[in-house]
């Protein structure tokens, strides 16, 4: 199977030769054809399924076939972060790139000189974090009362960071008659009762929600909270890291791992909210060209970071929920490619543990080191639970799930 069964514009179909991809994901799968009989959508998908180019390809076909005069804005993508955003805009330049279509991208922490000149201009793409696009809509510096085709991405998200209210405004602004997309990595009674007025009788399709990629191995290691500085640096000194994303929970620890590890000799930086885009957008680059190997990162770098090279995730501190762990994991493991998932854990995460382990159908293996300090008793949960007769010994996890 491959993209020629669904016809779309020969210009696309050069896109798509030119950046590589030969076969559809099943994500890309299911949407593209209901995308292109101009179904709306309810897409369950998370990172690493393929799940921008499953909307961006088919609304780039309808946008090149059912062409209008004059410079309006036609299809409007909505996105929780400036990393996000970007990373769509970066798919629709790829893809679009012997199209005559133009996408910009409109988000805070940066100056709204760039972003006004591009919106008077006009393009037919806005990608877009809901509060700036209302604050330029509100300066007059856009307009989108002729889109056609509106698109929310990651709407669980947008909704845990607040950003409903200004949604609702947006999607007063724009026309009733359209095409709405909606996709999340879950879809909850709260989600429908938000967005369902929103969309008209949507199609529903889904692609491996909560599996990581069966190229990730995972591994927990049993640590008390102050001894964890000591262990990352026992954990590193272990492995022979291409490109290592370490997970806290707060900005003030990234920046602490981050100086510990300098202080150490690796070449590191944090990433998190208190940087300003420039600077978290540099970081990113050194990052992707290998001039930082470790970042350590909040997690706002764990959706809508796309670096195929991550080899390994550590996390630092234990993600509040199974979810958010699948999340920052699916950093790694991409394209084919092999990652380890490391995870330092205190007697406090028993709990997410245990949700963890039910999401991979299999325990976790415990690694204990022997030549460690431990300076207190291990927790109870470095003994791996009992497996069900139904599953196997091995405790390296290895899930399946398309990219």
């Given at each position: ?27 890309q799968s299911a949407a593209i054809p209901l995308v292109l009989e101009g179904h709306d959508l309810i897409g369950t998908a998370q990172t690493g399924t393929g799940k921008t180019a499953a909307f961006v390809l088919p ?158 191995a995972h591994a927990l290691y049993p640590v008390s909270q102050k001894l964890k500085p000591d262990m990352l640096l026992r954990v590193l000194k272990d492995m022979t890291p291409r490109s290592v994303l370490i997970f ?67 996390n630092y501190d234990m993600p509040d929920s199974a979810t958010s762990y699948i999340h920052r994991i699916g950093r790694t493991g991409r394209a084919a490619r092999s990652g380890d998932a490391l995870t330092l854990t ?58």
């Amino acid at each position: 199977m491959n993209f020629d069964r669904f016809e779309l514009d020969a210009r696309i179909k050069r896109g798509l030769h030119g950046a590589g991809y030969e076969k559809p994901t099943p994500i890309q799968s299911a949407a593209i054809p209901l995308v292109l009989e101009g179904h709306d959508l309810i897409g369950t998908a998370q990172t690493g399924t393929g799940k921008t180019a499953a909307f961006v390809l088919p609304m780039l076909h309808k946008l090149l076939t059912q062409e209008k005069p004059g410079k309006h804005t036609r299809m409007l993508v909505l996105t929780p972060t400036r990393e996000l955003a970007e990373q769509i805009h970066e798919v629709i330049k790829v893809l679009g790139k012997y199209t005559p279509l133009r996408s910009a991208t409109v988000y805070g922490g940066v100056g709204m000189a760039e972003q006004t000149k591009a919106l008077k201009q006009g393009v037919e793409i806005i990608v877009a974090c809901p509060g700036r696009l209302l604050d330029q809509i509100d300066r007059g510096n856009g307009k989108i009362d002729q889109i056609e085709l509106l698109v929310l991405d990651e709407a669980d998200r947008m909704l845990d960071m607040g950003f409903w209210p200004s949604i609702r405004k947006i999607m007063k602004l724009v026309p009733k008659k359209r095409q709405t997309l909606l996709f999340s990595a879950t879809f909850t009674t709260k989600l429908e009762e938000m967005f369902g007025e929103n969309l008209h009788h949507p199609k529903r399709i889904s692609a491996n929600v909560e599996a990581p990629a069966s190229t990730v191995a995972h591994a927990l290691y049993p640590v008390s909270q102050k001894l964890k500085p000591d262990m990352l640096l026992r954990v590193l000194k272990d492995m022979t890291p291409r490109s290592v994303l370490i997970f806290t929970r707060t900005k003030i620890r990234a920046d602490h791992v981050a100086q510990q590890l300098k202080h150490a000799g690796y070449v590191a930086d944090a990433m998190h909210a208190n940087k300003n885009q420039k600077e978290r957008q540099d970081t990113l680059d050194r990052f992707r060209s290998g001039a930082i190997h470790i970042l350590a990162a909040t997690d706002i770098a764990a959706r809508g970071l796309d670096i195929e090279s991550i080899s390994h995730v550590i996390n630092y501190d234990m993600p509040d929920s199974a979810t958010s762990y699948i999340h920052r994991i699916g950093r790694t493991g991409r394209a084919a490619r092999s990652g380890d998932a490391l995870t330092l854990t205190t007697w406090a995460d028993q709990d997410v543990v245990r949700d963890i382990e039910k999401i991979l159908g299999t325990p976790i293996e415990r690694k204990i080191l022997p030549d460690f300090p431990y300076d207190e008793p291990l927790p109870k949960e470095c003994a791996p639970p009992e497996l069900p007769k139904t599953m196997s010994g091995r405790h390296t996890v290895t899930v399946r799930r398309r990219l």
